[in-house]
């Protein structure tokens, strides 16, 4: 019998992902802002954006390797992070900014698969306009944050926000080449990015709202 070295090692990786994406979600659930630490908000908007890296890596993955069963349980697991990330938005800004954020954050993955499709199809095109969309769609995140909170700039957060969609591509990239070691290195850059996001929206938020946060 042949063995399919590539799908046990997603399958594995999903298996390790969806174990963390737990404690993430612990994290989330926890995270009440009246009387939290800042720490612990920091610690949990780190744990929900990195699980977000992991589960749609996961996701592309099985995409381009053509394993539909394992793409739609790892596309699951990534729209139930989303929600997460919104639920951590609301409990900070309220139901409204929940609701605005989810379809706003769901964009972005799917211009994540228009890309990995022109990737599969080999479609220039397709994997042009998806990129182009990415980066527009960097500005309207900024533009979101910037709205809800004085202490992000628009520019800045839609900066980080382009690094991680770079960064995105440069993991479904290597997942096309088949090169296993650089696909793992491109996923751990990723996913180590995301901190740079996290950090500073977790200091902005503390900023905003300092009777609701006690320091460390």
């Given at each position: 019998?042949?063995?399919d070295?590539k799908?046990?090692?997603g399958a594995?990786?999903?298996a390790?992902?969806?174990g963390?994406?737990c404690?993430a979600?612990a994290?989330?659930a926890?995270m009440?802002?009246?009387g939290?630490?800042?720490?612990?908000?920091?610690?949990?908007?780190?744990?929900l954006?990195?699980?977000?890296?992991?589960l749609?890596?996961?996701?592309?993955g099985?995409?381009l390797?053509?394993?539909?069963?394992?793409?739609?349980?790892?596309?699951?697991?990534?729209?139930?992070n989303s929600?997460?990330?919104a639920?951590a938005?609301?409990?900070?800004y309220?139901?409204?900014?929940?609701?605005?954020f989810?379809?706003?954050?769901?964009?972005h993955i799917?211009f994540?698969v228009?890309?990995?499709?022109?990737?599969?199809?080999?479609?220039d095109?397709k994997k042009s306009?998806?990129v182009?969309?990415?980066?527009?769609?960097t500005?309207?995140?900024?533009?979101f944050?910037?709205?809800a909170?004085?202490?992000?700039?628009?520019?800045g957060?839609?900066?980080?926000?382009?690094d991680?969609?770079?960064?995105?591509?440069?993991?479904?990239?290597?997942?096309a080449?088949?090169?296993m070691?650089?696909?793992?290195?491109?996923?751990r850059n990723?996913?180590g990015?995301?901190?740079?996001?996290?950090?500073?929206?977790a200091?902005?938020i503390?900023?905003?709202?300092?009777?609701?946060?006690?320091?460390?």
């Amino acid at each position: 019998m042949k063995i399919d070295c590539k799908k046990i090692i997603g399958a594995a990786m999903v298996a390790a992902w969806l174990g963390a994406g737990c404690a993430a979600n612990a994290a989330a659930a926890e995270m009440n802002p009246h009387g939290a630490m800042a720490a612990d908000l920091r610690t949990g908007l780190n744990s929900l954006f990195r699980e977000h890296v992991f589960l749609a890596a996961a996701a592309t993955g099985a995409a381009l390797g053509g394993r539909d069963g394992e793409f739609k349980a790892a596309a699951g697991a990534l729209d139930g992070n989303s929600i997460d990330i919104a639920k951590a938005i609301g409990s900070v800004y309220g139901a409204g900014a929940e609701q605005a954020f989810l379809p706003l954050w769901r964009r972005h993955i799917g211009f994540v698969v228009d890309y990995t499709v022109g990737v599969a199809t080999r479609d220039d095109a397709k994997k042009s306009k998806a990129v182009n969309d990415l980066v527009q769609y960097t500005q309207d995140f900024g533009a979101f944050l910037a709205s809800a909170n004085p202490n992000l700039p628009k520019d800045g957060v839609a900066n980080l926000v382009k690094d991680h969609v770079l960064t995105l591509k440069d993991v479904i990239d290597a997942q096309a080449s088949g090169d296993m070691s650089k696909t793992f290195t491109a996923i751990r850059n990723a996913a180590g990015h995301m901190g740079m996001i996290a950090d500073p929206l977790a200091a902005a938020i503390v900023k905003q709202f300092p009777d609701r946060f006690a320091s460390r």
